[in-house]
């Protein structure tokens, strides 16, 4: 896919001398095949930002911005500028405007651009500053592109997209983390370049585990020099209140040389040999080096906090959807789910509450519901199943993006959980639970169960489907089914629906408060499959087949959210005693394999529950053929 490299390109050099003049174009982003389009569907005015806040890019000097843009036939007032800070004041008409305090100047249109120049040109400092861009949309019932006017690509950067407009975002907010978006603002710049320079960007805090023999953490390189990057030496001290606890010198050698655009990073994995045992430490950390030269960046030290813990428990974010074979916009949820089920084995949970359909068996739902499909993550996050907290304004999939920074989050909690079917009553299911607090937390927990339900299917069952024909949604093969496939679907088989459960905000007691740091808390629960019913008048039973049910463990926080979750497939029951082999049956009982006990069994298969002389039971699963005609 050939793709333009807007972002940091270097266009033009001489020479092989340690520093040139070049001309060169920055941007947080990147355009091309990728680029994508947002807006809020309204006529108003748009004010967009980028931050420039790179402290390696203090000299060179910028000569202009251009933006990719559709067409201005219907949109007036485009400015290009800059600023010291995002401030809006009162015009004579008293309405908030955008208010730039270094410079601005009139944009041009040309071959799908927006364009200005900035006379002088404008010397950046480490401060940093704002770069964007002014317009307002006049109409968008005969324009329809003016819809989404905004030029963007995916990806998320604290920098990258700040958006203001006057009657949607009425205030200067960063739009970046919650669109999964950066802006297509490109940079024109001027400057020297020197051939070795890097800097350093590491996060906040790291989370590790203690004793381990070396201290393993991601650090993005932030590339400024123009030859490509081979190699990296770092200096590095690790210290607490008590004193410096490990201190040296490493070396990492990149896979391959690294060749990116001004201003670009690249991320790898530096690993300090040091042991350092359970505690909160402070890591300075210094690039020392760029390939062979000394590195002289502005920006080649970082610090961040070291918490080094017994564990560092698993986040397993929880999804929670909520759908009905009634509505017509829910065939994304469902594709969007199985695609998550699919790529992620065994760390995607995910619980489907079906209303108003047969599968429903919840009458109180755990969070706020209004319009489907909708879906929560961690019940703290609200969003579409499909477009996720992007919106559906280009029809791109946004749900994994979303997904995959709540799994990043670290969690103080470790749970696991199990479930068997019992030995001695094959209708009990019996759940554990350990959860673990590795980590000072003064939050008060407390556990929750669902049973699941999978491979559910009913020829009664119909799902209404809107897509059937759409030339869109095709970032999904998941969504296939659905786009070739009628405005009324039968035969679907439906995964991850919730059958019983414990109380969903938590059981009380569950697990006690305050919890002891390292200690290891066990908890049981159980369900009946006798009790797996709907919520209809016949109360019919969800639970068609025994080996396709699932448990998942939730640990609640008192204010509704999860601070982790674990699932397990509910096993067979654990067999009989070996003593048994000898023991004699003093007594019968059938049962179905929806667990109801069957006095007269007729054609089908059953498990038969035999009573042993030794107090034990043996179960059988057996057939009963019809009767010969």
Not at 38 to 49: I, L, M, Q, S, W
Not at 558 to 580: H, R, Y
Request: hydrophobic letters at 35%; charged letters at 20%; glycine letters at 6%.
């Amino acid at each position: 896919m050939r793709k333009n490299l807007l972002y940091a390109l270097i266009i033009a050099t001489a020479g092989s001398s340690a520093a040139y003049a070049d001309s060169i174009e920055f941007s947080h982003s990147s355009t091309g095949n990728d680029t994508g389009w947002f807006g809020t569907g309204k006529r108003e005015t748009y004010d967009v930002a980028i931050h420039m806040a790179d402290p390696g890019l203090a000299g060179y000097r910028i000569t202009g911005i251009k933006v990719p843009f559709r067409e201005t036939a219907n949109v007036s007032g485009l400015t290009g500028w800059l600023s010291s800070e995002l401030k809006l004041v009162k015009d004579e008409n008293d309405w908030k405007i955008n208010m730039p305090d270094i410079t601005s100047a009139e944009m041009e249109y040309a071959d799908g651009w927006v364009t200005t120049k900035f006379d002088p040109p404008y010397e950046l400092t480490k401060e940093g500053i704002y770069a964007g861009y002014t317009f307002t949309v006049n109409d968008v019932i005969n324009d329809k592109a003016l819809k989404t006017p905004v030029a963007v690509t995916n990806g998320a950067d604290p920098d990258a997209l700040f958006i203001r407009t006057n009657r949607t975002y009425t205030a200067w907010s960063e739009q970046s983390a919650a669109l999964m978006k950066k802006s297509c603002i490109v940079v024109l710049l001027e400057g020297e370049s020197p051939r070795n320079s890097v800097g350093l960007r590491i996060g906040q805090t790291h989370y590790l585990k203690a004793g381990e023999p070396s201290v393993n953490i991601p650090v993005s390189l932030v590339m400024h020099g123009t030859d490509p990057l081979e190699h990296v030496t770092f200096s590095y001290e690790i210290s607490s209140p008590e004193g410096i606890a490990a201190s040296g010198e490493t070396t990492a050698t990149l896979d391959t040389p690294v060749a990116l655009p001004l201003g670009k990073s690249h991320s790898i994995d530096i690993s300090l040999p040091a042991s350092i045992g359970k505690g909160t430490y402070t890591l300075r950390l210094e690039a020392t080096k760029a390939n062979t030269a000394t590195n002289e960046d502005i920006s080649r030290t970082a610090s961040c906090t070291l918490v080094m813990l017994s564990d560092v428990p698993v986040h397993r974010p929880l999804t929670e959807e909520y759908t009905g074979t009634w509505c017509g916009n829910c065939p994304r949820g469902y594709a969007s789910m199985e695609h998550m089920a699919h790529k992620y084995p065994g760390e995607f949970i995910s619980i489907a509450y079906h209303c108003n359909d047969d599968m429903q068996c919840v009458r109180a739902f755990p969070s706020a519901v209004s319009g489907y499909p909708v879906a929560y993550i961690d019940r703290t996050t609200k969003m579409d199943p499909y477009f996720g907290t992007t919106g559906d304004y280009d029809e791109s999939y946004g749900f994994e993006a979303d997904w995959l920074k709540a799994r990043a989050r670290f969690t103080p909690i470790a749970v696991d959980v199990s479930a068997a079917f019992d030995e001695s009553d094959p209708d009990l299911i019996t759940v554990t639970s350990h959860a673990t607090l590795v980590h000072d937390s003064d939050k008060q927990y407390s556990l929750a169960y669902a049973l699941l339900a999978d491979g559910l299917q009913d020829p009664d069952w119909a799902q209404q489907n809107y897509f059937a024909g759409s030339s869109g949604y095709k970032d999904l093969e998941e969504m296939d089914m659905f786009i070739n496939g009628k405005t009324v679907m039968s035969g679907l088989a439906f995964n991850d629906v919730i059958v019983a459960h414990s109380d969903l905000l938590g059981v009380a007691a569950s697990i006690p408060y305050p919890m002891e740091i390292d200690r290891r808390y066990t908890h049981t629960h159980t369900f009946r499959v006798s009790e797996c019913n709907n919520i209809s008048k016949q109360k019919t039973n969800l639970v068609q087949d025994r080996n396709r049910l699932r448990v998942v463990a939730m640990v609640c926080e008192a204010n509704g959210a999860i601070a982790n979750s674990a699932a397990s497939k509910v096993e067979a029951a654990t067999g009989l005693n070996p003593a048994a082999a000898d023991s004699e049956v003093i007594s019968t009982v059938y049962y179905d394999l929806c667990g109801n006990m069957q006095t007269n069994p007729s054609q089908g298969i059953y498990i038969r529950a035999d009573r042993l002389s030794n107090g034990t039971m043996k179960f059988t699963k057996i057939a009963i053929p019809g009767r010969a005609q």
